[in-house]
């Protein structure tokens, strides 16, 4: 789309130049740096393109919201920034995981930590001595754990016995810590290796078990790796992270009563796609582990209970209503970003960029430039291309 400089004042239009001049396409950039690489997390976009929006569109200590934050790609690089942060997310994995990414480890915390896999290993070489098995049901004494209780009763059907009493033992062991830091930090650890240890079929979105899966073993090591990684990676962040706030709630996009009017300096977000492969599913694993329920996240997001014929009428209408909320508390003459690509649903090629002018144009903003980065692949569907939509607030 070509430049309106009729809409720009002269410090506009430089700033927009200066995005146009740069490559988006970024192929080879580096995208799991800090904290990015905690946690597999569906279709989210690469931390360059909100560092980006953010270093040119706000200043230091400004207060910046993301109002769909999924794993909290926008927060980690606000807090890098200077800036302070708003994420939003009706996802309870997704605000466990972008609270853990933006949270600085201490030492006496990295030590806590550390003591835990020293216990936890103890546990483990125990277990391994004192188990034999060929089926969950020749173990019993592990089946009567709390966490085993509350178990998701799918949960066997995805993984080897030998798998869930590994997991069952790490979990059992992080629920039972008290500080609340690291307790969260561990569960990322944990769930972040939940799709790899099970029965699988790898490369797809939605998840299917393969009934030819080879037999996973070494849990503890695996879970063990993705701590001492974590660690590695807070530690880097610990160096560059500012002192600046950030706060997440979960809560609806569509419904912002918490945040007053006016009140946001700039609005950098990645709204969900109209997938036909709904989040949940994807996300499923991780959410029967961690207790929260799948149906219910189904339910309440943006265009959710993908299966009924009616999806793009409800997403569309949960769009315009998120719209008009991220309208509501952005201050007047403030920017808005918006990064969203154009999914394949239903045999159709869905324009969620043009829907998204049209409607932010209606409700009062002003479309200042569309940035197109070329090809866009994601494991919830293939898109030839990813837009950057840029928004003065009037």
């Known amino acids: 789309m070509k430049l309106r400089s009729e809409n720009l004042s002269q410090t506009e239009l ?11 396409e970024l192929i080879t950039a580096h995208t799991l740096y800090y904290t990015h690489g905690y946690h597999p997390y569906s279709a989210k976009y ?37 800036r302070n942060a708003i994420g939003v ?16 480890i201490k030492k006496p915390t990295m030590r806590e930590i550390s ?27 592990i089946l009567d754990s709390p966490v085993i209780e509350k178990l998701h009763p799918n949960i066997p059907k995805w ?9 069952v033992a790490i979990k059992t062991k992080i629920n039972a810590i008290r500080n609340t830091e690291v307790r969260d930090f561990l569960l990322v650890a944990f769930s972040s290796l939940l799709r790899s240890a ?29 701590v001492a990684n974590m660690l590695q990676s807070v530690a880097d962040f610990s160096t560059v992270a500012t002192n600046s706030e950030v706060t997440i709630f979960k809560h609806d996009s569509r419904k912002l009563e918490f945040i007053n009017d006016e009140s946001i300096d700039f609005i950098c977000t990645h709204p969900p796609y109209m997938a036909a492969v709904p989040y949940a599913e994807y996300q499923k694993l991780s ?91 994601s494991t919830m569907g293939k898109m030839k291309e990813e837009f950057v939509l840029i928004f003065r607030n009037e």
């Open 46 to 82: 690469i931390p360059q393109i909100p560092n980006r929006l953010i270093s040119i569109f706000s200043e230091k200590n400004d207060l910046i919201l993301d109002n769909f934050v999924g794993s909290g790609t926008t927060l980690v690089e606000s807090k890098v920034l200077g």
């Open 14 to 24: 430089t700033k927009i130049k200066h995005l146009c001049a740069l490559d988006w």
């Open 159 to 167: 993984y080897h016995a030998n798998v869930i009493y590994e997991l």
């Open 115 to 141: 003591n835990f896999l020293i216990s936890l290993q103890r546990d483990i070489v125990h277990l391994r001595r004192n188990t034999t098995f060929s089926s969950l049901e020749e173990k019993k004494p």
């Open 198 to 226: 099970s029965n699988t079929t790898t490369g797809f979105g939605n998840l299917m078990i393969n009934k030819n899966a080879p037999p996973k073993n070494r849990i503890f090591e695996k879970f063990s790796l993705a």
């Open 89 to 104: 997310d009706i996802n309870p994995l997704a605000c466990l995981i972008s609270k853990v990414k933006t949270t600085v």
């Open 287 to 377: 959410l029967w582990w961690l207790g929260y329920s799948q149906y219910d996240l189904e339910k309440s997001l943006i265009g959710g209970r993908r299966s009924r014929p009616d999806t793009p009428q409800r997403f569309f209408r949960d769009m315009e209503m998120s719209l008009l909320e991220m309208k509501r508390v952005l201050r007047k003459k403030k920017y808005c970003c918006i990064t969203i690509g154009n999914p394949i649903y239903g045999g159709k090629t869905w324009k969620l960029n043009e829907f998204i002018k049209q409607n932010a144009i209606q409700i009062g903003f002003t479309h200042l430039k569309e940035i197109s980065r070329g090809k866009y692949h």
